[in-house]
């Protein structure tokens, strides 16, 4: 590896740090959010609600400004925009200016985790082997750093704009700094398509492959994005009620489990690029799978506060691998369009993320709790189903034998 690629990687990976950081700040600042612009109970889902729906529009946007604009260079713009954002969500003082500077955070936030997903599969695709999820494992740490920050800036009441200032101060010029050294990554080149008689499999393969997005081919991907992003917002919006309400945990203790959660999410994606070398996607992603079904399992029979707190710890575990390979298998899947596909697939991100908090929260309340948390155990288990769609030699030909594309073949067994 050069040093053009070791600084390409250095700096995206600060940069998957500074937005887990960024995020995390804002989040967990809700309740101060409502309090300091004086947000109803009622209101407040819209605002929730229309970050996702405007991040969902940055996304689609995206896909077509990739195709003019470089994706480093997008990254480069898109970052500051989403800090300074942040920034004005804390210093504004009447709704409408929070309801500007939320807008400004989703459509540019769509943006930014297209652009760093584009080139975070453009690298690993020149580095020849998994790195992905050591990109997002600095997004974890990010967010771990930032909920700390903002416990810290809760902790000592301070106002919004005190607390999110020194993290922008810091974080926007390191942030353009370190832009200067991205790396866009090299084209894959474009593997032979199979003969006309393979079918209607065949015809959408050359497709994808000529470098056009086949959605039927995305779908499955698009199904365990949503699917893995529902099982981390149950874990992000339900764990602390869940261990306070139904398994009678102190409100102290029912803070811990998405800590642990975030922790063990950093731990399995520092170790799992690792285990994609040795074991393969479809080997890792079928065990995150099973792992994060069984913690769901265990959350929802458990029958005290720790227990819980291991079926969360294994959440992690589990979960953790999910989104980078999703990402990672959709580059492989479209090596022509690489860029599109990511920015369609991020937009399932978004969904997932609207989807799972209401649904959880309307299972609860019509049935249980208990019961709430099996539908996101049974849709992480439907990843199953589509674990071969993760496997560059997946049999995409409709013939039953798996093929090498072309794009793989001299790269040996550890080639992404």
């Not at 369009?337 to 609860?364: E, H, K, M, Q, W």
């Amino acid at each position: 590896m050069t040093d053009v690629l070791r600084r390409g990687r250095a700096s995206l990976a600060f940069s998957f740090f500074a937005q887990g950081a960024t995020f995390a700040l804002l989040v967990t600042r809700i309740p101060a959010i409502q309090d300091r612009y004086g947000v109803s109970d009622a209101l407040l889902p819209v605002f929730l609600a229309a970050v996702p729906v405007l991040a969902g529009v940055g996304s689609v946007t995206t896909e077509q400004l990739v195709k003019r604009v470089r994706p480093s260079r997008l990254l480069r713009w898109s970052q500051p925009v989403v800090l300074l954002a942040l920034l004005g969500v804390g210093a504004g003082g009447h709704m409408a200016e929070l309801a500007v500077a939320l807008a400004a955070f989703g459509l540019t936030v769509g943006a930014l985790d297209a652009s760093m997903n584009m080139l975070g599969v453009s690298l690993q695709r020149t580095y020849g082997r998994s790195i992905m999820l050591g990109f997002h494992a600095a997004y974890s740490l990010g967010g771990i750093v930032g909920a700390s920050l903002a416990w810290v800036g809760a902790h000592w009441h301070l106002a919004l704009w005190v607390s999110y200032l020194p993290v922008v101060a810091v974080l926007l010029p390191a942030a353009l700094v370190g832009s200067r050294w991205y790396v866009d990554g090299d084209s894959a080149p474009v593997p032979e398509a199979p003969e006309a008689g393979d079918g209607e499999v065949a015809t959408g393969v050359r497709e994808a492959e000529a470098g056009t997005v086949v959605f039927r081919l995305l779908l499955p991907l698009c199904l365990v994005m949503t699917f893995a992003y529902i099982g981390d917002s149950t874990v992000s919006n339900w764990s602390a009620k869940y261990l306070q309400d139904t398994l009678g945990s102190s409100e102290q203790l029912a803070t811990v489990p998405y800590n642990v959660y975030m922790i063990t999410t950093l731990l399995g994606r520092s170790i799992g690029d690792f285990g994609v070398r040795r074991f393969g996607a479809v080997a890792v992603v079928r065990l995150g799978a099973l792992v994060a079904a069984l913690g769901f399992a265990v959350v929802a029979g458990a029958p005290g506060a720790w227990v819980g707190m291991l079926g969360f710890t294994l959440l992690g575990l589990g979960l953790c691998v999910l989104v980078p390979q999703t990402f990672a298998a959709a580059g492989r899947l479209f090596p022509g369009a690489s860029d599109t596909a990511i920015a369609r697939l991020n937009i399932f991100n978004y969904v997932g993320f609207l989807i799972g908090s209401p649904l959880v929260g309307a299972l609860g309340d019509a049935w249980n709790y208990r019961g709430a948390m099996l539908i996101p155990m049974a849709l992480v288990l439907v990843t199953l189903v589509y674990a071969r769609s993760f496997n560059p030699g997946q049999d995409r030909y409709g013939d039953g034998h798996e093929r090498p594309r072309t794009a793989d073949v001299g790269r040996g067994s550890n080639g992404l």
